[in-house]
């Protein structure tokens, strides 16, 4: 307990004080829509900073976001390739990519690996093994912007 001012500032108050003024620039990084292939992009800096000075309440809360893209089980699995299905129905005939409407599992992998999140790892490393060679996120990135 540190006395500045006739004012007492317990040490978890500065802790939260600290963790709001850090999250004020990445607020809307997190408010992610879901299946976003943005989303290790984006949450990627807040993970590396919570890591870093152990924010564990900031960093667990962007792990199980980060786990909701990801299938855990069959059945998850199969919701989730239903929904990858019901996207790719009317891109067909046109040369969108559904890479650019489902999370990016290299990324993904990428993000799991350096901040310990291993639940993702199968349906990611599953998803980037059925993808076709010919979509190429950042090609087809560079393309739409």
């Not at 699995?77 to 999370?103: C, K, M, N, T, Y």
């Not at 599953?126 to 560079?142: C, P, T, W, Y």
Request: charged fraction near 25%; aromatic fraction near 10%; hydrophobic fraction near 40%.
């Amino acid at each position: 307990m540190h006395s500045y001012c006739s004012y007492t500032i317990r040490g978890e108050y500065l802790s939260h004080l600290i963790i709001v003024e850090l999250m004020k620039p990445f607020r809307s990084s997190l408010s992610l829509k879901r299946y976003d292939p943005d989303t290790p992009l984006r949450v990627e800096p807040i993970l590396r900073m919570a890591s870093k000075y152990q924010f564990d309440s900031i960093r667990n809360a962007i792990a199980e976001r980060i786990k909701e893209d990801w299938p855990t089980n069959f059945r998850e699995w199969e919701q989730f390739e239903a929904h990858i299905g019901a996207l790719s129905r009317p891109l067909d005939d046109g040369l969108l990519v559904l890479d650019l409407l489902i999370p990016e599992p290299a990324s993904a992998i990428c993000l799991a690996r350096r901040y310990d999140i291993p639940q993702i790892l199968p349906a990611a490393f599953l998803a980037l093994s059925s993808m076709r060679i010919e979509h190429d996120f950042d090609k087809h990135r560079a393309m739409g912007d």
